[in-house]
């Protein structure tokens, strides 16, 4: 077994972590090893430490009582109550007592041969002369049959059961020789079970217990210790100092017996422990010195390996890598199992001390992975951990992965296999392989449930779940670290913010993770990590269009952690949040609020674009032109400067500040021609010239632009088509409005805009028709091809295409077929302009059939059932009424009745002064055509008085047909009043 060591800064340093690129490195930031070699350093200092327990130790150098025992065998035995008791007895370990890992100790120990070729030896035989028993002695009550029984337990390595006999024997011991040689023993089997400091208790009591004894026997010696019992106490004690890592205390100890005359064999344990004190101090040349002396002595071979293995260990430390080689190489062959370990360790040890890795897992693979004792000392596991360690540094994680694995099982204390069961997590994590790292990082929680690392460990496995997509796990674990309120804050603060990522980025619920988020900075944590929380949870309403909240919650952020990371950034937000719902006076202000803030900021830039574009979206165009002006003047390489200048443009447009809105556009072209609005600049410059008239520009603009773009930018392309076609269809250009609008077709017959330009060619054909007199037939072609090709054209396209299909037939006297267009549009279309204006086509041909059928009545009524609709409808333009009441009070005449016709033209005629009266624009075609119809029936009736006043108000309203009305109320009065 190993010595227990106690926890000094030196062997806590043993103890850390080397650095690894690993994820696992989290769980020991507070614990990093300065470097790998410090590791190795400290494991070559560990190699010669004083031998632990389960290794057996070197021969020690006989005691007093050693000789006497061994001269006088099984003497007669004393009784118990003539012995004196020491003042300080320590309680003896019982079987039930021994842990189930002392006893798995101890039966490796069984199996593992000593580091000398003296294994197996029982260290209590190796006894020379030194003291012989005297005659009285010989005549005690033998206590020396629990000596032998002890020595007996001890060589079959029942270190507990030795102990209680040992126990027995220096309780009954009845001079100081036996007292120190019982002593001796019972220290040796505290140490095989790593019970250091009773034994040092017992060495230390040594000294009272002899003084007591001798003031039983001879009061005036009661002080008196003999050169050979102090010799062998301080020896002990120097020993068990070093044990316990007092290295300074135990090297005085060793040096005061260099001075005093000892037993050779004694003098060379205390030249090997002087080696090894001043190798724990790196006094590399004091060690060398204590081992050179030993040369001068007589040494058996378990201390010759004992200084090789030191010897090894200097030259190593000190770089000598070749003549520590060479030393391993000239005992290697010969080497027995135990030591040919210690050897292959200190190679493996002189590797990692070059950095060299995979040299040291090739050697061990070779050489050790098959012999049994591999780990028998503390620094044999630390050179075995340092070598997985390095392996783990260099990514080598499968070689890595098999050395922990190796050394797993031979971890005999909880703290070891803690760490390697940290090892292998976090190795089988670097290396990606999840499952196996979730695999032991789960298993060390189930082992050590109250550890100080579970809740690093949970936050780990959870986020290695959330790797593998396993959010059901990764939730869980993130729970049971948020929810334990022992647990430290910033692991709290991390699993409520992971659990608020699960469900942002997994989108299973958006309100739980805003929940969590803010949870989160509710914790006792750094302000950042605060607003951290406060700010994914507006992250969080913004990503679910909840702009109000997700501006509430970086306002938050901004003006309650002003200091914070995250203050900047979350005042520019709160600006954003605001223009995507649609609050842009807010946005403005909070814009406003960034820049003044941060003027210089990172999104100074992109706030004042927006700030620009919020004041346009307010209205305030004025304050948007200036703002966007300024910004394009103090970014203009920003990438955002085109999209500036186009809403200045926009801006403009809205102020009705011409020049400015064609101007900016302007300045976008000749600045930024690689700008991806640079097309649409040019598209929409051309058809504001257009718009205000400039139709020069307007046509050199836009043929400009389809030269460029009719390919590259199909959209604006075939709306330039149209607006191009309806400005020469205004200027009567039908031909070429023709060419323009089937251009369009042409080029994008699966655009929207396709069945538009068709209906628009139709038109112009149509129109060229009425002009030259031809047939209709290529007006015709156009409709067809509309309706058959494009079905799924907007309503309004279709029946106005029905339309004009209906108006070609009534030119070609085909009432009937015309009736059914109309009819068609008019269902396409209810209640709209296009609606009435059928209304008003189909009484016009149920008016026309009437006049060519026999029995016209039940046509006039139809054609005055339509004209009916028109002028009952609230919604219908003017222009549309006087229509149908004209239209209708024809078809009273013809049904003759007169005096409904009259009410309708009266009702046309006299309908000017209440225009004129509103200001409203007045067409005079109805109403002279009206009047002119009014002023005959009264003639007809013979009321020629009220004709004449009539054609009086008709001359006096100064319409093209005045100076006619003026010469027919003349006429009148010449002819009818004048009598």
Known sequence: MRKNHHPTPHHAELGHRLPARTALSALYTSQVMPGMLAAIAAALILLLMPVAAGQQPAPDPPTPADAAAKAAPGEAETDDDSTAVPAAEPKP????????????????????????????????????????????????????EFRDQGDDAFAAGLYDVAERFYYDYWKGAYDQDVLVDSAVRLVKSLIAQEKITEAFAIIAGIPDDIAALNRSQAPSNAAVVTDNNDVTVRFWRAKLLHMQDDVAAAQTEFEGLVERPIPESMRVQVHLALSECHISTKNWAAAETE???????????????????AAIQIAIAQDRFD????????????????????????????????????????????????????????????????????LLEDQQYEPAVLIFSRILPLALNEKEKKEILLDLAGTHDAAAQTSAAIQYYTRYLTLYPTDALVSKIQLRVAQLFEVEMNVDEALTYYLRVYENEENWPPFRYQASHNIGWIYRKQKIDHEKAIKYFFESSTLDVTE?????????????????????????HYQSVADKYAASAYAEEARYKQAQARFEGRRYRMSADNFTQYLSDWPDGKFAEVASLYKGISERLTGDFKLAIDTLQGFVKHFPESADAPRAFVEISEAAVAANIRAVATDSLGALIDRYADSELYPYALYKRAYLHLTYGFYTEARKGGFTFLD??????????????????????????????????MEAVRRYQDSPDAPVALYEAAKCAYQTSRIYDTDYNKALTYIVQLLSGYPDAPDRIIAQANFLRGDIDTINGNFREAIGWFKTCSELVPKTDLYYAA??????????????????????????????????????????????RYRAAKVYENLNQPEKARDQYHYIFFRRDYEERNKRIFDWYYYARAGIDLARMYVDKGDYTSARTIYNRLARSNIPISEDARTRADELDAIYLAK
Not at 291 to 309: K, T
Request: proline share 3%; glycine share 4%.
């Open 291 to 309: 081992l050179s002396r030993i040369s001068e002595l007589v040494v058996d071979e378990s201390d010759r390996l004992r200084a090789r293995l």
């Open 528 to 552: 950042d990590e605060q607003a951290v929380g406060v700010f994914f949870a507006a992250e969080t309403y913004l990503l679910i269009a909840d702009y109000n909240n997700a501006a509430l």
């Open 93 to 144: 370990t019982t079987a039930a007592e021994t842990t189930a890992a002392e006893q798995q100790h101890n039966r490796d120990n069984e199996a593992a041969p000593a580091a000398t070729d003296d294994a197996g030896k029982n260290d209590n035989d190796d006894r020379a002369p030194f003291i012989e028993i005297t005659n009285e002695a010989r005549e005690a009550p033998s206590i020396f």
């Open 708 to 741: 460029k773009f009719a390919e590259s930018h199909p959209e604006l392309a075939s709306d330039v088509y149209l607006w191009l076609g309806d400005h020469f269809a205004n200027n009567r250009d039908f031909g070429q409005a023709e060419h323009l609008f």
């Open 839 to 884: 209304m008003g086509r189909l009484g016009e041909c149920y008016y026309s059939l009437a006049s060519v059928v026999d029995q016209p009545a039940e046509y006039y009524q139809n054609a005055l059932s339509y004209f009916d609709i028109i002028m009952e409808a609230k919604e219908v333009k003017h222009a549309q009424v006087e229509m149908a």
């Open 323 to 390: 003549e520590a080689d060479r030393l391993i190489s000239a005992e290697w062959d010969g080497a027995a199992d135990a030591y040919r370990v210690r050897l292959g360790l200190m190679r493996i040890a002189a590797f990692l001390s070059r950095a060299q890795p995979a040299e040291a897992f090739a050697f061990f693979r070779a050489n050790l992975e098959d012999l049994n004792g591999l780990i028998a000392a503390p620094a044999d596991y630390l050179v075995m951990r340092s070598l997985g360690l390095a």
